[in-house]
């Protein structure tokens, strides 16, 4: 097979990702586990991967590394409508229907590259960022076992015809510009944009008035895991 390297963060969905690409490629997997803040080490264009696949990353990978490798894929966690940054937070504000996973081929620019695989489910009535982001792990997780099944056999993985982003990436910026909510907003859209960006252990929708912060009520507790 050569040499196939897994990038992740260190959650948990990520070491179950992690111990299933080792049950799969065994002693030719390659594990990097890395935090939200590190950056992508001088050397790493130096171990020249075969097969790279990426898992909740957060890193951005280079073209000229992307160029070495004979396949690169990521694993978003959002459906082709939500690519980007805040992609549970948006498709509940704009009241998706439908929300899922893709896995598709790695760009320079995230979030851009041809579409292999995509599931979608039906959006609930009382969702909320939690439990999207909960369901939504459950699906990708299922399908990234299938995917790396299917390289482990030598499976060639193709674009699947007729699903593309829909829109540009979501920026960092547009999801904080999302939390902040201002008198003249109507109840609705104030309602809306905290449901969107309510979750554990983040700050949630606030209001800055005569130069103090009111934020809204975030559950006090460790995040579904």
Same mark, same amino acid.
């Given at each position: ?15 179950? #990702? ?7 490629? *065994?002693?030719? @997997? !390659? ?5 939200? %803040? ?52 948006? #498709? ?7 929300? *899922?996973?893709? @896995? !598709? ?5 995230? %979030? ?114």
């Amino acid at each position: 097979m050569g040499d196939i390297f897994l990038i992740t963060k260190r959650d948990e969905w990520c070491l179950r #990702a992690g111990r299933l690409a080792q049950m799969i490629f *065994g002693g030719e @997997c !390659h594990w990097i586990k890395v935090g939200r %803040d590190e950056r992508i080490p001088d050397d790493f264009s130096l171990r020249n991967p075969r097969i790279l696949i990426s898992f909740l990353s957060p890193w951005i990978i280079p073209e000229y590394i992307l160029d070495k490798c004979e396949l690169a894929i990521n694993f978003h966690p959002g459906s082709a409508s939500y690519p980007g940054f805040g992609c549970y937070n948006f #498709a509940l504000y704009e009241e998706a229907d439908t929300y *899922g996973a893709v @896995c !598709h081929v790695m760009n320079e620019k995230v %979030d851009t590259g041809s579409i292999i695989e995509q599931r979608t489910f039906p959006v609930l009535s009382n969702e909320t960022v939690e439990t999207l982001k909960y369901r939504t792990m459950i699906v990708m997780t299922a399908m990234y076992l299938d995917v790396l099944s299917s390289i482990r056999v030598g499976k060639e993985l193709k674009p699947q015809a007729g699903i593309n982003w829909s829109r540009k990436p979501f920026t960092k910026k547009e999801l904080n510009d999302l939390c902040v909510v201002t008198p003249d907003m109507t109840d609705e859209e104030i309602r809306k944009r905290v449901r969107a960006t309510t979750y554990p252990g983040f700050p949630g929708a606030s209001i800055s008035l005569a130069g103090i912060t009111f934020s809204s009520l975030v559950p006090d507790r460790e995040p579904l895991a």
